[in-house]
C-alpha cells in the first residue's frame, strides 16, 4: 500500500499533498505524542499490534475517477486517486516505514482495510466524504474544506502576500494543513498568527461586514449560514474574506505581544482624565 503511494519506489520523501487534497483535515501529526496518531504508532511497534492492525483500524477510503484492469498482470489499475479517510493511519504508516531501514519490511504483514470508490459524480463524492467523516470528530466547518468556493479564496490569499508584499495569511482550508509550519523551534516568528482557520475567518468576517459585532458564530450557524448563501457564495468578492482574515491575524499579534493599549476617556478639552460620574 505505501510503495503503491510512492510511486512504486523506495523513497525516503513524504507522499504527495494531492492524495490528500479532498480530506477534510490534513496529516495532524504527532505519532511521538499522545492522541490518535500516537496510538496508531504504538499498535504497529508491536508484532502483536501488526498482527491485530485490521481489528483495531477503520482503514482507508480511497477515490478514483476512472480504473483499468491489465488482462495479462490481473492487476487494477486507478486514476487521480484521492485518499478522502484515512489520512491519519496512512501518513503514521508511511512515517514507520521511513523510520528505519527495515520499517517497510515490518509492514508486510499488516492487513489494512481499504475501500475503493470509482466515480466522477461530484455530487456522490460529496455525500462519500460526507458520510465517511461524520464517523469521525470532525466538525461542520471540516467538511467545508471541500465547497468549490474556497480553491478561488486560497488564490486570493497567495495573491494578497505577493501583491502586497507582506508576511503571507495562512488560510487553513483543511485542519492540520500548516502544522508543519508552526510546529518546533524552527518556527518563524508570529507564524502562528498568521495560520486562520476557516471558523476564525469566517467569524471575522461576520463581525467584520454584516454589522452583527454582538452575535456569536458557531459551527452549526456557520453550516447553516454556507447552505443558505450568506457565507462562502460564489458571487462574494474574496477581498472581503481576505481582509477579515488579515484583522483577525494582526489582532491576534497585537494581543499576543500585549501592546493593547489601555482606553483613556477624553474631557470636552480633549485632555485625557478619569471618568466622571453623573
Given at each position: ?15 504527495s ?5 479532498d480530506?477534510v ?12 496518531n ?11 499490534g501488526?498482527?491485530a ?6 482503514g ?9 484492469r491489465d ?6 489499475s ?6 478522502v ?7 503514521v504508516l ?9 520499517g ?17 459524480d ?8 460526507v458520510g465517511l467523516n ?17 480553491p478561488?479564496?486560497e ?6 502576500a505577493?501583491?502586497?508584499?507582506s508576511?503571507?495569511?495562512?488560510l487553513e482550508?483543511?485542519?492540520?494543513q500548516?502544522?508543519?509550519l508552526?510546529?518546533g523551534?524552527?518556527a518563524?516568528?508570529?507564524?502562528q ?13 461576520g463581525?467584520?461586514?454584516r ?23 460564489g ?12 484583522m483577525?491575524?494582526?489582532l491576534?499579534?497585537?494581543v499576543?505581544e500585549?501592546k493593547v ?12 482624565g ?5
Amino acid at each position: 500500500y505505501i510503495l503503491s503511494l510512492r510511486g512504486g519506489h523506495d523513497r525516503a520523501g513524504p507522499l504527495s499533498p494531492r492524495l490528500f487534497s479532498d480530506n477534510v483535515r490534513a496529516y495532524l501529526g504527532g505519532e511521538g505524542d499522545h492522541g490518535v496518531n500516537h496510538d496508531i504508532m504504538a499498535s504497529i511497534a508491536s508484532p502483536e499490534g501488526r498482527a491485530a492492525f485490521h481489528l483495531l483500524n477503520n482503514g482507508v477510503a480511497v477515490l478514483a475517477t476512472s480504473h483499468r484492469r491489465d488482462v495479462q498482470s490481473g492487476y487494477l489499475s486507478f486514476d487521480n486517486v484521492r485518499i478522502v479517510n484515512g489520512c491519519q493511519t496512512t501518513n503514521v504508516l508511511d512515517a514507520y516505514a521511513r523510520r528505519s531501514s527495515d520499517g517497510l519490511k515490518l509492514l508486510d504483514g499488516v492487513l489494512l482495510p481499504i475501500r475503493i470508490v470509482v466515480s466522477s459524480d461530484d455530487a456522490l463524492v460529496d455525500r462519500i466524504v460526507v458520510g465517511l467523516n461524520r464517523q469521525n470528530a470532525i466538525t461542520s466547518v471540516d467538511l467545508l474544506s471541500r465547497n468549490p468556493y474556497l480553491p478561488r479564496l486560497e488564490q486570493a490569499f497567495h495573491l494578497f502576500a505577493s501583491t502586497m508584499k507582506s508576511e503571507p495569511i495562512y488560510l487553513e482550508r483543511r485542519r492540520g494543513q500548516y502544522a508543519h509550519l508552526v510546529a518546533g523551534n524552527a518556527a518563524p516568528a508570529g507564524v502562528q498568527h498568521r495560520v486562520v482557520s476557516m471558523q476564525e475567518m469566517l467569524t471575522a468576517y461576520g463581525y467584520a461586514w454584516r454589522d452583527k459585532p454582538h452575535s456569536r458564530i458557531t459551527p452549526s450557524t456557520i453550516e447553516n449560514e454556507v447552505a443558505g448563501r450568506t457565507l462562502l457564495d460564489g458571487s462574494h468578492r474574496t477581498a472581503y474574506y481576505v481582509a477579515a482574515a488579515v484583522m483577525h491575524a494582526r489582532l491576534m499579534a497585537v494581543v499576543a505581544e500585549q501592546k493593547v493599549v489601555e482606553p483613556k476617556i477624553l474631557d470636552c478639552q480633549g485632555q485625557s482624565g478619569a471618568r466622571s460620574e453623573s
